[in-house]
């Protein structure tokens, strides 16, 4: 059981690039979600999806997208990288929405 | 405008003594409440939580307490080992949405 997993765990971008962040799940649990992490500041949440078939905006959505492609995985897609992505990314999944949130490792993502 | 805020961002403590951490939250609306421990280069792990029904909960050497009133929450730590050294985070929820709301956080470091 290896609860809330993501990959990669570190990865260098230039401005303008692409790149998924994969999250998955063995919880069984409804709810997923993404937030970032920068320094002095607490965990925001970018997106969230309540059931599978369903997501929805965060707090800090823009230059992000997502997609819950079935209810163990949940991935946040930047299409075109910019400085301000620079941040560390965590998904985070819940029984139900509202529920108790359990975290993942964490992606560290650095745009040049 | 920081709905929840960690005023103290760091707190050293002598083992074996209380670790007392504190937050404050501005909307009304919040009725849920969590405390998340972080070690470095690791995601978020779910400490305690607390109803806005309650105003303490216990879990071994874990207590929250809540101060409606004073919109304000503590997470005390007895006695403190050298192993809670980490960075707290407390987080608030409209039980109605699916949004937690973050601190910034306040790193605890329990000295041997």
């Known amino acids: 059981n290896a609860g809330v997993t993501q990959t990669p765990k570190f990865q260098v971008l230039k401005t303008g690039q692409s790149m998924t962040l994969q999250c998955a799940q063995d919880m069984n649990h409804n709810s997923m979600y993404w937030y970032r992490q920068d320094p002095g500041m607490g965990l925001r949440l970018i997106y969230y999806?309540?059931?599978?078939?369903?997501?929805d905006k965060g707090e800090v959505p823009n230059g992000y997208n997502v997609s819950r492609l079935n209810k163990r995985e949940f991935s946040l897609r930047l299409e075109s990288a910019a400085p301000s992505q620079t941040s560390v990314y965590f998904c985070?999944?819940?029984?139900?929405?509202?529920?108790?949130?359990?975290f993942g490792p964490g992606t560290r993502l650095t745009v040049l | 405008d920081q709905q929840v805020k960690q005023n103290s961002p760091s707190l050293s403590v002598q083992e074996g003594r209380i670790s007392i951490l504190n937050c404050d939250y501005t909307?009304?609306?919040?009725?849920?409440f969590l405390w998340y421990k972080k070690y470095p280069a690791e995601g978020p792990t779910f400490l305690i939580s607390?109803?806005?029904?309650?105003d303490k909960n216990e879990d071994g050497r874990f207590t929250v307490f809540l101060n409606k009133s004073a919109k304000h929450l503590s997470l005390h730590i007895v006695p403190s080992q050298p192993g809670d050294s980490a960075v707290y985070f407390c987080?608030?929820?409209?039980?109605?949405?699916?949004?937690?709301?973050f601190g910034t956080g306040t790193r605890l470091k329990v000295l041997a």
């Open positions: 987080a608030a929820a409209d039980s109605g949405t699916y949004k937690y709301i």
């Open positions: 607390i109803s806005s029904i309650k």
């Open positions: 985070a999944s819940s029984e139900a929405p509202g529920d108790t949130q359990y």
């Open positions: 909307n009304s609306m919040f009725d849920y």
């Open positions: 999806s309540a059931s599978e078939g369903t997501t």
